[in-house]
C-alpha cells in the first residue's frame, strides 16, 4: 500500500473564538488585528460558564473559563453542535492556581486536600468541563507540548480533521500562574483561541487551511501590545494566523512549533 | 482503521523491570503491591506499586537539566529489552523528522514541585533556585525529555486526559501514521508516584487500604501504582511473523458526565468499545479477552461491568491486572496495552490477583486464575477523569 510521505493536511475554519487582554471576542478583535482599531490592553472579561449546572459553575477555575468561552463562540459563529465535534484542548500550564493550591497544601503539616481541588488538577479539567457543559460525548483529547502547545494543537485537530473526516473543536487556552511558580513560569494574562475545524466546505467556512511543516523565519504580529502576548503565551502563538484570517487575504503564515520545525498554513479565503 | 505494527516494545512497573519480569509474575500471578512508605508519606494506609530502584538510573549529564523521578523512570524504561536500539533503527530507517513521540502522562514531574513548595524561601515565599518547572513539572517534560534524548526533529506531543491518557496516543499516532505525518511513533506513558495523587485520591475517599481487589465484591478502592510502558509503532511491513502484534482498532468518547464519577450505567465506555470495534471492523463475537480498565473502585467497576456485560455478555474472559501492578493512572493505558501484546505473543490469559469473592451483581467471566486459552484479539480499556475513555483493539498477525 502506498503511503502519502508530506505532512500536507487540510481542513476549513467555520468558527473562530477568542479571549484575552484587550481580546473580548472574535467580532471585535477582528479591527484591532487589521490594525484598523488601536489596540488596548486591559484585564480580560471572562464570562461566567453559564452552560455548566451550578455546582460545576462555582467549582471552575480560570483557565478552564477560558477554554469554555472560546468553545463556546467558535462553535456558535460555525453554527455547529458540540455533540457532533471531536473536540481537543492544548494548554501548556492549564489550572495554575489549582495546582499552587495543592502544592501549598501538601507542604503542610496537614495534607489534606480538598476533593474538588483533585479532580480539577487533571490537565483534562478543561475537556471534562466542556462534557458536562455541552453534553457532547465524541471524543476529546487533552495535549501539552509546553511553548509549542498551540502547534500541537493545530497538528492533531487538522489530523483529526482528514483521517476521521471529523469535524473538530481545537481550544487552546493559558492562565497565568500565581507566585512562587510565577517566577518560574511568567504568563502575563490568561488567553484562549478556538477554531471549529471541518473536512469539508460549508456554508460557514471562512477560510481553507493547509498545514505542513518547515524551517522558516516565524511570522510575527506587527502592534507590539499583540507581539508581546504572543511571544509570551503558549495559546497567543497563534495570533498570526487570526491576523491573516482577519485581513481576509491569502497567504501564509509561519507559527511557532518544536525546534527545529515550525508549521506552516497556507490560507485560501472563502469569500 | 490501516493496522499498526507493533514492532518493538517494553514496560517497566512494580514487578519489576523489562518484559521478562512482568510476564515472570503474570504467570506465576504475583503482584507487586506493598505498603506505601513512599518520600514522606506515614499517614496514608495503603499499598503502592512502587517501581524497583528508579533512583539508580540517573539521567544522562547532558539532560540533567530534567531530573525528575518521571524523567528518571521515563529514562529506566527506555534502557529494557533492547528499545533504544529498536528506536535508532527507526531513525536510520525513517529519518529524525518522521518519528513521532506521543507520551502520556497525568502528573509528570509534579513531585519535584511538591517538593520545592517545602524548600519556599521562608522570607520571600521563591522556589529554590534549582527548581526547574519546564523541564520537569511541565506535562510535556517527559516527550521532550524522550526527545532530546534520541536526537528527534519530528512532532511531540503529551496527552494527559488522566487515566486514559497512554491509551489515547496510540490513537493519535494511528491517525499520523495513516495521515502520512509520521512513519513511526514512540507511544506510550509515564506515570510516577508524587503526592498530588496519593493524598487526591486519599480526599476522594478512593483508596484501598489493602492490595487493590478489582470486581471483588468487598472491593475497597484503588492501589496507586508507577509505570514507564514504551511501544514502538509503524506500519506493517511486507511480511510479518505470525506472532507480531498489530493495532486493529481504537475507540475514544466522553462520558459527559461528572469529573470524577463515571456514568453509572458505562454509556461513556460502551461507546468507547464499539468504536474500537467498529474501527476494526470486527464484531463483539470476534474479541477473547478483555483487559479491563478495573481500578476496583466500587463505582467505576459496577459501570464498566454493566457496559462489558452489554456488549460483549459471557462470549469473552475478563480481567483487570490492577491487582499486580497497581493503577498507573496515565502510564496505564500503555503497560495494559503491552500485558495485551504479551497475552496474545505468550498464548495466555493473565488472570487478575487479589480477587477473592466475584461481584454476583457483574454477570461476566472474570478470569481469577491464568488461562491457556490462546487469545487472537483482545480489547484494553482505559476510561479517565472527566469521563475520557479509549479502548484499543489489539491482534496477532498471524
Not at chain 1, 502519502?4 to 487540510?10: A, E, R
Not at chain 2, 499486580?324 to 493473565?350: C, D, K, N, R
Amino acid at each position: 500500500m502506498a503511503y502519502p510521505t508530506t505532512t500536507m493536511l487540510n481542513g476549513w475554519i467555520d468558527g473562530i473564538g477568542v479571549l484575552g487582554p484587550g481580546l473580548d471576542n472574535w467580532a471585535e478583535a477582528q479591527a484591532t488585528l487589521t490594525g484598523a482599531a488601536d489596540y488596548e490592553p486591559r484585564p480580560i472579561m471572562v464570562p461566567p460558564p453559564v452552560a455548566l449546572p451550578p455546582p460545576e459553575r462555582r467549582r471552575v477555575g480560570l483557565a478552564v473559563k477560558v477554554a469554555l468561552a472560546v468553545a463556546q463562540e467558535a462553535i456558535a459563529a460555525a453554527r455547529l453542535d458540540a455533540k457532533h465535534l471531536v473536540a481537543i484542548f492544548s494548554s501548556s500550564g492549564a489550572d495554575g492556581d489549582n495546582c499552587d493550591a495543592i502544592c501549598r497544601v501538601l507542604a503542610s503539616e496537614d495534607r489534606h486536600i480538598s476533593p474538588t481541588r483533585f479532580h480539577n488538577s487533571v490537565h483534562n479539567a478543561s475537556a471534562g468541563y466542556w462534557g458536562i457543559a455541552s453534553g457532547a460525548m465524541t471524543p476529546a483529547t487533552v495535549l501539552c507540548a509546553y511553548d509549542g502547545s498551540f502547534g500541537a494543537g493545530l497538528l492533531e485537530a487538522l489530523t483529526q480533521v482528514a483521517v476521521d473526516g471529523v469535524g473538530t473543536l481545537l481550544v487552546t487556552y493559558e492562565a497565568p500562574h500565581p507566585e512562587p511558580l510565577h517566577a518560574k513560569r511568567p504568563l502575563p494574562a490568561a488567553f484562549g483561541l478556538a477554531l471549529a475545524l471541518m473536512p469539508q466546505k460549508g456554508p460557514n467556512s471562512l477560510a481553507r487551511l493547509q498545514i505542513n511543516w518547515v524551517e522558516a523565519p516565524l511570522d510575527r504580529v506587527a502592534n507590539p501590545g499583540l507581539e508581546a502576548l504572543r511571544r509570551q503565551i503558549p495559546a497567543a502563538r497563534g495570533l498570526p494566523l487570526l491576523q491573516a484570517l482577519a485581513r481576509g487575504r491569502a497567504g501564509r503564515v509561519i507559527l511557532e512549533y518544536l525546534e527545529p520545525l515550525r508549521l506552516a498554513v497556507d490560507i485560501q479565503p472563502c469569500r | 482503521m490501516t493496522p499498526v505494527h507493533l514492532s518493538h516494545f517494553t514496560v517497566s512497573s512494580c514487578l519489576g523491570h523489562g518484559l521478562d519480569a512482568i510476564l515472570t509474575a503474570l504467570r506465576q500471578q504475583r503482584g507487586g503491591l506493598a505498603p506505601c512508605r513512599f518520600e514522606t508519606v506515614r499517614d496514608l494506609d495503603t499499598h503502592v506499586g512502587e517501581v524497583p530502584k528508579v533512583d539508580d538510573f540517573p539521567l544522562p549529564a547532558s539532560l540533567a537539566e530534567y531530573e525528575c523521578r518521571n524523567n528518571r523512570l521515563a529514562f529506566l524504561g527506555l534502557q529494557q529489552d533492547g528499545f533504544s536500539s529498536a528506536v535508532e533503527a527507526a531513525i536510520a530507517r525513517y529519518g529524525r523528522r518522521r518519528l513521532g513521540v506521543l507520551l502520556g502522562t497525568s502528573t509528570a514531574g509534579i513531585l519535584q514541585t511538591e517538593q520545592a513548595y517545602r524548600r519556599r524561601d521562608p522570607n520571600t515565599g521563591a522556589l529554590p533556585n534549582d527548581f526547574n518547572y519546564r523541564t520537569t513539572h511541565n506535562t510535556y517534560s517527559v516527550a521532550d525529555f524522550v526527545r532530546r534524548w534520541y536526537r528527534l526533529e519530528g512532532p511531540a506531543v503529551v496527552v494527559s486526559t488522566a487515566c486514559s491518557s497512554s491509551a489515547k496516543v496510540f490513537a493519535s499516532a494511528a491517525r499520523m501514521l495513516a495521515a502520512g505525518v509520521i512513519d513511526a511513533a514512540i507511544v506510550g506513558g509515564v506515570d510516577s508516584l508524587c503526592l498530588t495523587t496519593l493524598y487526591g485520591f486519599n480526599s476522594l475517599e478512593l483508596l484501598s487500604a489493602e492490595p487493590c481487589r478489582p470486581f471483588d465484591v468487598d472491593r475497597k478502592g484503588i492501589s496507586i501504582g508507577e509505570a514507564a510502558a514504551f511501544v514502538l509503532l509503524e506500519r506493517p511491513g511486507e511480511s510479518l511473523d505470525a506472532n507480531a502484534v498489530l493495532l486493529l482498532g481504537t475507540g475514544e468518547s466522553s462520558d459527559a458526565y461528572h469529573m470524577s464519577a463515571p456514568h453509572p450505567e458505562g454509556l461513556g465506555a460502551r461507546m468507547a468499545m464499539a468504536a474500537a470495534l467498529r474501527s476494526a471492523g470486527l464484531q463483539a463475537a470476534d474479541i477473547d479477552y478483555i483487559n479491563l480498565h478495573g481500578t476496583a473502585t466500587p463505582s467505576n467497576d459496577a459501570a464498566e461491568g454493566k457496559a462489558v456485560a452489554a456488549l460483549f455478555g459471557d462470549r469473552a474472559s475478563y480481567s483487570s491486572t490492577k491487582g499486580a501492578t497497581g493503577h498507573t493512572l496515565g502510564a496505564a493505558g500503555g503497560l495494559e496495552a503491552v500485558i495485551s501484546a504479551l497475552a496474545l505473543q505468550h498464548a495466555f490469559l493473565p488472570g487478575g490477583i487479589n480477587t477473592l469473592h466475584l461481584d454476583p451483581a457483574i454477570p461476566i467471566q472474570y478470569l481469577t486464575a491464568n488461562s491457556e486459552l490462546a487469545p487472537r484479539r483482545v480489547m484494553s480499556n482505559s476510561f479517565g477523569f472527566g469521563g475520557t475513555n479509549c479502548s484499543l483493539v489489539l491482534g496477532r498477525a498471524g
